[in-house]
């Protein structure tokens, strides 16, 4: 079966750190795209961070840049998303989602469940 | 870039049709002729899933009945006749850039 399932949420202090990992299944990992998106409580979906194939791609939304980082790891077929000084505007349901296999990202078509990321003292 | 959806709220009658505006505040055509515009539906207490990429192709088990078109900055997606399991929230993404974006997202609901 082909699917992603994200994993790390929690709740974390603000300033704090926290690491996401998405697993990946049923597909060949290193050809596709992966990325990040986020939605907090009631509000609509917002685009995190993108990978290409090979990691050479990276892009990020620009309240994040310089504090999250993500990466991936084809050969254990995992999307990470390393978050740092965290804010309570971070808290959210964050979505690992796959892209294309192509050289642009075009459409996500495969996305986690997500896991929840609550920033609060 | 910005991505406006209309209306926010579609109340709708089982059988009618359905249609959502999205425009964006710039163009999503790319060089290569492509124009980068996605829509998700995400229904309610789940993951977004993918309907519509590239403007207009449906993606992998997408029931005809939804369609997309439109090019450069407006686009649209239709739904030829909403039934109940289309109700949810419907949101159109570009990726011709970075940082890509999506619009507010529509609600959809059956009347």
């Known amino acids: 079966e082909v699917h992603v399932v994200e994993s790390g949420g929690g709740l974390v202090q603000p300033g704090g750190s926290l690491r996401l990992s998405c697993g990946a299944t049923?597909?060949?990992?290193?050809?596709?795209?992966m990325t990040w998106v986020r939605q907090a409580p009631g509000k609509g979906l917002e685009w995190v961070a993108s990978?290409?194939?090979?990691?050479?791609?990276?892009s990020y939304m620009y309240s994040v840049k310089g504090r999250f980082t993500i990466s991936r790891d084809n050969a254990r077929r995992s999307l990470s998303l390393q978050m740092r000084s965290l804010r309570a505007e971070d808290t959210a349901v964050y979505f690992c989602a796959r892209g294309s296999e192509m050289s642009f990202a075009i459409a996500f078509d495969l996305w986690g469940p997500g896991t929840m990321v609550t920033v609060s003292s | 870039i910005v991505m406006t959806q209309s209306p926010l709220s579609l109340p709708v009658t089982p059988g009618e049709p359905a249609s959502i505006s999205c425009r964006s505040s710039q163009s999503l055509l790319h060089s290569n002729e492509y124009n980068y515009l996605a829509w998700y539906l995400q229904k309610p207490g789940q993951s977004p899933q993918l309907l519509i990429y590239?403007?207009?192709n449906r993606a992998s088990g997408v029931p005809d009945r939804f369609s997309g078109s439109g090019s450069g900055t407006d686009f649209t997606l239709k739904i030829s006749k909403v039934e109940a399991a289309d109700v949810g929230v419907y949101y159109c993404?570009?990726?011709?850039?970075?940082?890509?974006?999506f619009g507010q997202g529509t609600k959809l609901e059956i009347k």
């Open positions: 590239l403007a207009s």
């Open positions: 990978i290409n194939q090979d990691g050479s791609e990276i």
């Open positions: 049923g597909f060949t990992f290193n050809t596709f795209w």
């Open positions: 993404m570009h990726t011709v850039q970075t940082p890509y974006s």
